[in-house]
């Protein structure tokens, strides 16, 4: 039996300025503590590998620094002797901050299509995997999956490690399902000898077990899920990491015998609604003190105000106002939900501030 620990979406560097221009609370440092806490198991010698799923960063270009309080944990987990597997993800165009982790013997990165082999305790595992191919990947999919050339080898199991969407994977509030897209793999592409796909991409936790028809697949394709909420989109979403077991009876190839989900802490994500008719700059600041009163004091919240403003209401919603009027350990951002234009520019603007 080999124990897996798959955790993806990590986003390092998401609200994580190094030369602040204001000083408010930030998101970053949830980020980093998610991370790590995921990593804990394997910190503890509780798992065989690790396998990240990719987007370790938030977007493609990163500050050196935050390369390296990435790499960190993860080169604290390799030198215990236990390997981690990376998949870049659409995050990670760039292979420059891998070339820093490359070099450690125990970490292994799908820069290209790769089949790895680890043997533990007599059992053979196979980690085939690609970096995220940005178009196309339904038809450019077998072929891919051919130049990882996992079918010459021989292994007791065989895991497939991607960042990519498949059939029937859902995101977003409203449960959006892709179905034949052509960045979209045919989860019928995905050959039987598989014992289980480790995939990355989607941010909510979801294993997915049967087709666009219902009908049960040879392969379980488990995504973890990010390790923390990335945007108000994922608000109601349980975040966290998954441990998973690969086993074999001697006679059938291996399988995954069992995974479990595990949910790590979250700060609540909140919206609150404000129609502002009628409002001026007291009433607003009065309904806003109600609101955040009675949330608690570490929440994420995006407030959404309808309706036209009275001028002065525009200087109560700058950025500074608001903070001033919510606890310190909150982060707030504004959406003007019926202005285009100049409104709509301004509120975007007051956004970036926010995150
Ligand atoms: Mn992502």
Redesign the pocket.
Known sequence: MIRILLLA?T?LGFDYPFRPRIERRRRGPDFFRNFERALEPAYRGEVDLVVHGG?IFYRSKVPAQLVEMAFMPLRKVADKEIPVYIVP?N?ERSAIPFRLLAGHPNIFIFDQPTCFLLTMRGFTLALAGFPFVRNNIREKFPYMLQQTKWSAIKADAYLLCIHQSVDGAITGPRNYTFRGGKDVIDIHDIPAEFAGVLNG?M?RFQVLEKDLRGKPVATPILYSG?TERTSFAEKDEKKGYVTLDIQTDGRNKGAVHAWTFHELPTRPMLVLECNTAGMNGKAFESWLKDRLAMIPHDSIVKIRIHGKLRSELFETIRAESIRSLAPKTMNISITLVDYRGFGEVRSRSIQREQF
């Open positions: 979406d986003h987007d993800g995050h991409h941010h990010s």
